[in-house]
Every structure is written in structure tokens, then in C-alpha cells.
T-cell receptor, first 113, second 110 residues
Framework: SQTIHQWPATLVQPVGSPLSLECTVEGTSNPNLYWYRQAAGRGLQLLFY??????ISSEVPQNLSASRPQDRQFILSSKKLLLSDSGFYLC????????????FGDGTRLSIL | RKEVEQDPGPFNVPEGATVAFNCTYS??????FFWYRQDCRKEPKLLMSVYSSGNEDGRFTAQLNRASQYISLLIRDSKLSDSATYLCVVRYQAGTALIFGKGTTLSVSS
């Protein structure tokens, strides 16, 4: 069976500090991978998605970046965090195919102070 | 116009009630449809896919109306454990990400 791991579960960082959130998927090959952010009381916002190693599509301009160094690894980064980066960050994977749903990791709750 | 729109609620219903959620989507080329459930401070989890002919999974029934660009979720015999936020989700074309509505909050009370 497939599993998705996302860490850390919670993170408190000062403004201006760097960020690295990691997500890995097991039990599947060449998944589509996604990073979402959910701000308090708001919907899920797609940040990045990747259909293969080294292939990253960005949905919104921001000070975050994503990388996919391996087939089943997806990393979300920032060089300098802003207060507005606080939120609940979710990694998700999906098999390629028309009607495949997405499956989410447990999420990282990020607070910027 | 927002891509996926849902009534945010909250819907407050007693145990045993039947409740229906509606969702509209703006892109007529949308191909795949889902309902997800999200508990407070947790990740969204797939509840069910929505098929063109409509489909049922136990107490849950999903319907799709492509002409009206409308999706519905019906929950029968509500349980306390059904309390959550229900997210309507659409995918436009192959290879693209899912688009999530902001969710409808359901609170079932005894």
C-alpha cells in the first residue's frame, strides 16, 4: 500500500529564517506531487505541483520554492520567511490517470513569530 | 467567479437527520469530481469520487449534473462522527491538480 510522510508536524520559526519541509511517498512510482497551504479559516491553496523529477510548476507568486530531487521526494523551501507564510502546509500525491484522487500527508502547522 | 463554490454553513443538524450539500464549479471542461472530508486541524481525506451516473457509499450519496455544473452530497441518518468540513473537489484536465472548494461545515448534535 502507499503511504505519504510529511515532517515536521509543527514548526515555529522567526520572521526571516529559512524553511525546509519534506515529503516522501512510499509504495508507488512516478506519482504527481503537490504542496498546498491552508490559512486559518480559508480554503486549500495550491502552491506547487510536480509530474516528475526536477519538474516543478508554480501556481502563485511567492517567496516559497519547491524541489523534487528524487521520484518520491518533494521539498518546500524558503530563504526568508514572512509572517504571511504562517499556515497549514499539506503535501499530497496522486497516481497519474484521469480519475485518480489525491491523498494527503498529515500536514505541517507552521507558525511565524 | 470562484472556480468551486460551496455554502460554508455551518449546517447544524440532530442525529438521524438527512442533510444535503451543494457545490457548483465554473469550468465546463471539468473531468473528475470528488468529495473530501476534513476534520478540525487534520488533513483532508477522500470521502468518495463522484461519477456521472451518481453513486452511493453506505449513507452517502453523490450526484453530478454536468449541464448545470453542479455536484451534491447527501448524508442520511447523520451520526455525531459525521461532524466535519466537507470539501467539494474538481479536476479540469488530465495532469492538472485538484481544485478545492472552501468547504461546508457540518455539526451533528445529540
Amino acid at each position: 500500500s502507499q503511504t505519504i510522510h510529511q515532517w515536521p508536524a509543527t514548526l515555529v520559526q522567526p520572521v526571516g529564517s529559512p524553511l525546509s519541509l519534506e515529503c516522501t511517498v512510499e509504495g508507488t512510482s512516478n506519482p504527481n506531487l503537490y504542496w498546498y497551504r491552508q490559512a486559518a479559516g480559508r480554503g486549500l491553496q495550491l502552491l506547487f505541483y510536480s509530474v516528475g523529477i526536477g519538474q516543478i510548476s508554480s501556481e502563485v507568486p511567492q517567496n516559497l520554492s519547491a524541489s523534487r530531487p528524487q521520484d518520491r521526494q518533494f521539498i518546500l523551501s524558503s530563504k526568508k520567511l514572512l509572517l504571511s507564510d504562517s499556515g497549514f502546509y499539506l503535501c499530497a500525491w496522486r497516481r497519474t490517470g484521469d480519475n485518480q484522487p489525491q491523498h494527503f500527508g498529515d500536514g505541517t502547522r507552521l507558525s511565524i513569530l | 467567479r470562484k472556480e468551486v463554490e460551496q455554502d460554508p454553513g455551518p449546517f447544524n443538524v440532530p442525529e438521524g437527520a438527512t442533510v444535503a450539500f451543494n457545490c457548483t464549479y465554473s469550468n465546463s471542461a471539468s473531468q473528475s469530481f470528488f468529495w473530501y472530508r476534513q476534520d478540525c486541524r487534520k488533513e483532508p481525506k477522500l470521502l468518495m469520487s463522484v461519477y456521472s451516473s451518481g453513486n452511493e457509499d453506505g449513507r452517502f450519496t453523490a450526484q453530478l449534473n454536468r449541464a448545470s455544473q453542479y455536484i451534491s452530497l447527501l448524508i442520511r441518518d447523520s451520526k455525531l462522527s459525521d461532524s466535519a468540513t466537507y470539501l467539494c473537489v474538481v479536476r479540469y484536465q488530465a495532469g492538472t491538480a485538484l481544485i478545492f472548494g472552501k468547504g461546508t461545515t457540518l455539526s451533528v448534535s445529540s
